[in-house]
C-alpha cells in the first residue's frame, strides 16, 4: 500500500487542522494506519493508530483528548483531526500502514506534512 500524507500548514496556538493520509490499492481495509510525527532535533514519535474496520484505536498521552483518528475505507483515507494545538505538536507528520492488530510493524510509509503551531 502506497500512502500519501497532506493538510499540514501554520496555525495559532488553540487552533485545529485535520490531516489526511491517502492510500493506494483495493486492500487498505486490510490495513491499521498508524500517525507520528517528528519534530525538529527529536526523535520521531507515536500519536495514534486506528484498526482495520475503525473500531480501536489508540493514542499517545500527549495527544489524548486533543486528537481524534478516523477513517473512510470508502475513500481509502484517514484522517487525524488535530484540536487545541500547542506549539509542542510543532512537527512533520507521517502516516504508515501495518497489517496486524494490534500494530507491531509498521513497514509501508508516506512523505510526511509539515505542521507549525505558532505561540
Known amino acids: 500500500v502506497q500512502l500519501q500524507a497532506s493538510g499540514g500548514g501554520l496555525v495559532q496556538a488553540g487552533g485545529s487542522l485535520r490531516l489526511s493520509c491517502a492510500a493506494s490499492?483495493?486492500?487498505?481495509?486490510?490495513?491499521?494506519i498508524g500517525w507520528f510525527r517528528q519534530a525538529p532535533g527529536k526523535e520521531r514519535e507515536f500519536v495514534a493508530a486506528?484498526?482495520?474496520?475503525?473500531?480501536?484505536?489508540y493514542y499517545a498521552t500527549s495527544v489524548k483528548g486533543r486528537f481524534t483518528i478516523s477513517r473512510d475505507n470508502a475513500k481509502n483515507t484517514v484522517y487525524l483531526q488535530m484540536n487545541s494545538l500547542k506549539p509542542e505538536d510543532t512537527a512533520v507528520y507521517y502516516c504508515?500502514?501495518?497489517?496486524?492488530?494490534?500494530?507491531?510493524?509498521?513497514?509501508?510509509w508516506g512523505q510526511g506534512t509539515l505542521v507549525t503551531v505558532s505561540s
Open positions: 504508515a500502514a501495518d497489517s496486524n492488530w494490534p500494530p507491531k510493524d509498521f513497514a509501508s
Open positions: 486506528i484498526g482495520w474496520s475503525g473500531g480501536s484505536t
Open positions: 490499492g483495493r486492500t487498505f481495509s486490510s490495513y491499521a
